[in-house]
């Protein structure tokens, strides 16, 4: 079964696995772009698909994108 994302439910997410803080309002589905504040005081765009998946989930000044091989 599929879970079904909220704003409510990605913000309890990004509470309880990162240091960042999610600032967008809206959630309109898994391509979106949402935005967060890393834990540096930076904001920074990420999909939740991303962050939750990805672990991408501090800016890029703090975690870096790894280098394409």
Not at 12 to 30: I, R
């Amino acid at each position: 079964m599929n879970k079904r994302w909220t704003i409510d439910k990605i913000r309890d997410f990004v509470e309880k696995n990162s240091d960042s803080t999610l600032l967008s309002t809206e959630y309109h589905g898994f391509s979106q772009k949402l935005q967060f504040k890393c834990a540096c005081g930076s904001t920074f765009e990420k999909s939740f698909t991303k962050f939750k998946n990805n672990n991408q989930r501090k800016c890029d000044a703090c975690q870096p994108p790894k280098a394409s091989r």
